[in-house]
């Protein structure tokens, strides 16, 4: 159940993580987010 829904939702897992570590740099790093935009 719980690997079918991992792969059903792959791709919102990915935005997920991505989104996290994009939160994490930007808090930590204040260049990096002035560099993203």
Known sequence: M???FIKGNNEFFI???IITIHSYASS???MYDRQCY
């Open 2 to 4: 719980l690997v079918a």
């Open 15 to 17: 935005s997920v993580i």
């Open 28 to 30: 930590h790093f204040p």
